[in-house]
């Protein structure tokens, strides 16, 4: 009933640039969180950048200064700029959303997209 599209994954060079872009579409009344988590081979799941409905941002320790997460309200979408690239950045991204489907109550849903490749190679 929700999906999230994904797009901009891709390889990049140490030191490069990506922009990953995710929308998301479906039964939506209003998306409250939005975030970006990363999975590297043999590691768990984590959280790389989270941000708010009104655009408050949070980051892991180990992307500060680098990576930036916006979204646009009115697209429903939320994007991840990453600069400075660097190998241990390699990952499959995912994009994930608490949606609120209703007017007529404030429950929120947790979805997810459906991940993007990046690669950095050493």
């Known amino acids: 009933q929700v999906q999230l599209v994904e797009s901009g994954g891709g390889l990049v060079q140490p030191g490069g640039s990506l922009r990953l872009s995710c929308g998301a579409s479906?039964?939506?009344?209003?998306?409250?969180?939005m975030g970006w988590y990363r999975q590297a081979p043999g590691k768990q799941r984590e959280l790389v950048a989270t941000?708010?409905?009104?655009?408050?941002?949070a980051y892991t320790d180990s992307v500060k200064g680098r990576f930036t997460i916006s979204r646009d309200n009115a697209k429903n979408a939320v994007y991840l700029q990453m600069n400075s690239l660097k190998p241990e950045d390699t990952a499959v991204y995912y994009c994930?959303?608490?949606?609120?489907?209703?007017?007529?109550?404030?429950?929120?849903?947790?979805?997810w997209g459906q991940g993007t490749q990046v690669t950095v190679p050493s």
């Open positions: 941000i708010t409905s009104v655009g408050s941002a």
């Open positions: 479906g039964r939506i009344f209003s998306i409250n969180v």
């Open positions: 994930n959303a608490h949606v609120r489907q209703t007017i007529l109550t404030m429950r929120e849903y947790e979805f």
